[in-house]
């Protein structure tokens, strides 16, 4: 099993700032790392696939970076429906696993 | 456009089975792989496993093993999610998704089916 460690679990920014959250594998993954963002009572949305592509439609302000056992989500502007939790995701083999989640709150 | 429609709300006993359903459209349903994802109250993201729309195999989470069985029907685009000898733990918000492709991460989500387990 894959663990991961995201952090941090709670992040209070405001709109404009630049922030970011970090997720560590426990083996290396290469680049197989998604990100999601989930508002309260949705399903989550894919962000970023393969580490760093935007899915179609994400806005640039998002970006990912990182490979192996290191991997960054930043989000460059913090708009007011950025305000949210976000998970990363390793699919390099099974059993799947997702981060613990960071939300992104107000401050 | 790629849809995942899935069946709704259910309210069960401990010990009762439930069947989850999650109807694809909108995309060649073989070419894809079906993951369940589930989110406890007020708790992050847990994977249950994955199933292939091409072949039926499919890869359990541990946990559930001996619980959790995850069929298709190609005959109508439909994947299942069933789970047995349910426990109050097993309340929580259960999620289909598409995985594979380009993205080969879940890229398409269905709108969730609440799972109440409750005497």
């Known amino acids: 099993v894959i663990w991961m460690t995201q952090s941090p679990s709670l992040l209070s920014a405001s709109t404009g700032d630049r922030v970011t959250i970090s997720c560590r594998m426990s083996?290396?993954?290469?680049?197989?790392l998604a990100w999601y963002q989930q508002k309260p009572g949705k399903a989550p949305e894919l962000l970023i696939y393969?580490?760093?592509t935007l899915q179609s439609g994400v806005p640039s302000r998002f970006s990912g970076s990182g490979s192996g056992t290191d991997f960054t989500l930043t989000i460059s502007c913090l708009q007011s429906e950025d305000f949210a939790t976000y998970y990363c995701q390793q699919y390099y083999s099974f059993p799947r696993t997702f981060g613990q989640g960071t939300k992104v709150e107000i401050k | 456009q790629v849809q995942l429609v899935q069946s709704g709300a259910e309210v069960k006993k401990p010990g009762a089975s439930v069947k989850v359903s999650c109807k694809a459209s909108?995309?060649?349903?073989?070419?894809?792989?079906i993951s369940w994802v589930r989110q406890a109250p007020g708790q992050g993201l847990e994977w249950m496993g994955w199933i292939s729309a091409y072949n039926g195999n499919t890869n359990y989470a541990q946990k559930l093993q001996g619980r959790v069985t995850m069929t298709t029907d190609t005959s109508t685009s439909t994947a299942y999610m069933e789970l047995r000898s349910l426990r109050s733990d097993d309340t929580a918000v259960y999620y289909c998704?598409?995985?594979?492709?380009?993205?080969?991460?879940?890229?398409?989500w269905g709108q969730g089916t609440l799972v109440t387990v409750s005497s």
């Open positions: 998704a598409r995985e594979g492709g380009i993205a080969a991460a879940l890229d398409y």
């Open positions: 393969a580490a760093s």
């Open positions: 909108g995309y060649t349903f073989t070419s894809y792989g």
């Open positions: 083996q290396g993954i290469s680049s197989y």
